[in-house]
């Protein structure tokens, strides 16, 4: 597959906000976009569990763990939820477990790392709320583009690129 963002960079500079290149590609999809939905939470996956078991056809789950990576807040049980949900792919601010598994689910991933260690289920976080980490800032319903080259994000959606 064609590498999506360094198109989208030159057709449109002005429209982009591009991350910190920090992350790491973790799922089998290698290039994904879609329409944002926002989760804040630290070390507490409980509101990603519930965003993954619902539909996310055309999205892309941005979760913003505070950038720890001492506790992992995403497992392949949930990336096979959300796979299985149509959800295009997660990018977290923070850390993902179950590394080899995950490569092997039809989803976009990006991560900081990897790290074993699950997180404590208590029930927090926000979902729907304005995130900001890696030099960008992240709204409900922007546009998110990853590929291997790094993150951008937009207000509207913009033509991609023809290969």
């Not at 409980?46 to 078991?53: A, C, D, K, Q």
């Amino acid at each position: 597959m064609k590498d999506i963002l360094p198109d989208l960079c030159d057709l449109y500079p002005e429209h982009l906000q591009i991350a910190d290149p920090v992350f790491k590609s973790y799922g089998k999809k290698s290039h994904f976009n879609g329409e944002v939905v926002t989760v804040s939470c630290f070390e507490d996956n409980s509101r990603v569990r519930e965003l993954v078991g619902t539909p996310g056809n055309g999205k892309v789950l941005v979760v913003d763990g505070g950038g720890s990576v001492r506790r992992a807040l995403l497992g392949d049980m949930l990336a096979e939820k959300a796979a299985n949900n149509g959800w295009e792919g997660i990018v977290i601010y923070g850390a993902i477990r179950d590394v080899a598994a995950q490569s092997q689910v039809n989803l976009g991933i990006h991560a900081l790392n990897a790290h074993p260690m699950p997180t404590e289920k208590r029930g927090l976080g926000e979902v729907g709320k304005t995130l900001k980490f890696a030099g960008i800032t992240v709204q409900p319903g922007d546009q998110i583009y990853c590929d291997l080259n790094g993150i951008a994000v937009a207000k509207q959606p913009l033509a991609m690129p023809k290969n």
